[in-house]
DNA sequence: GGGAGGGCTGCGGATATCCACAATAGCCCG
DNA sequence: CGGGCTATTGTGGATATCCGCAGCCCTCCC
């Protein structure tokens, strides 16, 4: 189980909420503001995220707005004892993964988060192995990238060798440093490896 | 551009809706009942749901409901004066498209209608697609569609003909039929077909 | 009983792919 | 300058794939 982010401004309901989620396993840490976890913030942070819309300074809205324009992926949930529909809306639309009124009940609540840290997981999971298969292509030369595209487009060496200009043989050596630093044996394997992680 | 159905039953509501929309040159179908549109609903019916929430009768969330138990992949809208936090969040997590509150913007309604107008059309376009692809599949024979799927994971026909316990040939034999019903012409873009429609 | 369709197999040849061995050439870096 | 990386090409042979031609067996159906 990863980490619950408890982003509020009230030290109060962070400690009522750390005792809450402490008291079922769920590991928990504070942030008293949004400028402080956004400045905390790495790529790598595992998760997910409870955030107060209204805080001194910074909101939580702005928060997740600036996160997502960081490529931050962690599921966030929302708390708030001022939400409306429209905000609701709109959060939920931009990519939130929950948005709960206060005053809750704090076994939903608890749900909730462990379900986002669950999606959060499985995220993380499919997202190591795309990491890894693009760790290959990065190893892989201009030269070498061409040709794959083009053998996972389908198309026979020769055809390859022409629109490349090049002979046969030596889309074959490139073909085959393309298998090799890819790791797989065959172009189907290479293509489901490229069309299933996008 | 498909047709906006609108669900409500406030007569006066649908007519106003109805000259909006056909001022913005977006065809409406006005149902005066959820039970109405639920009868004369069909698989192929294209277009996006505008869903009034409170009405005599089946609720604007129940026929929401029902019609995720048919497989209904209309786009949603819900409109509704009553709206509230938790009513909306649990809409959208469901899978509805957007929640708008009376009174609304009409501008921003009718945009709302017109992106969930393109959506629709988009994932029909695409779902034709598939729909092309599982017609074929359906010509194939038990044989054919263990040797695709076979071909498709990368086994060679040396492998495969062992793991079913037949001469390569057929296998040949086999693999022939398949591209020829698939109507490709390689196996990397038979892996393509299948990967991308899922 | 004969015809249609599906499944299985062999033969042989045309293509394609895979690969070891060998060689040329440009570029960058210590 | 020599070494490493990239790109390029050739020869020749082992494998794999693609395909037409031919034949056999079985089932279902008219």
Redesign the interface.
Same mark, same amino acid.
């Given at each position: 189980m990863t980490t619950l982010h408890i982003v509020d401004d009230d030290e109060a309901i962070r400690d009522a909420l750390g005792w809450l989620f402490q008291s079922r396993s769920v590991p928990v840490i504070g942030w008293d503001s949004a400028e402080a976890f956004l400045e905390a913030w790495t790529p790598d942070m595992a998760g997910c995220l409870l955030l107060d819309i209204r805080m001194e300074g910074m909101s939580g809205l702005e928060l997740f707005d600036r996160l997502l324009g960081r490529a931050c992926r962690m599921p966030v949930i929302f708390l708030t004892g001022h /939400? &409306?529909?429209?905000i609701?809306?709109a959060a *939920?639309?931009k990519g939130a993964r &929950?948005?709960? $009124?206060k005053p809750f009940n704090d076994n939903e609540l608890v749900d909730r988060v462990i379900d986002a840290l669950a999606f959060d997981a499985e995220q993380r999971a499919r997202e190591a192995g795309q990491a890894g298969v693009a760790a290959r292509v990065a190893t892989l030369t201009q030269r070498e990238k061409q040709v794959m595209e083009l +053998? +996972?487009? /389908?198309r *026979?060496n020769k055809v390859i060798a022409d629109q490349l200009g090049i002979s046969m043989r030596t889309v074959e050596v490139h073909r085959s440093h393309v298998f090799e630093k890819m790791r797989?044996?065959?172009?189907? $394997?290479l293509?489901?490896l490229l069309?299933?992680a996008g």
């Open positions: /939400g &409306d529909v429209p609701a809306v *939920l639309k &929950d948005f709960v $009124e +053998v +996972v487009a /389908g *026979l797989v044996k065959t172009a189907v $394997e293509t489901r069309t299933s």
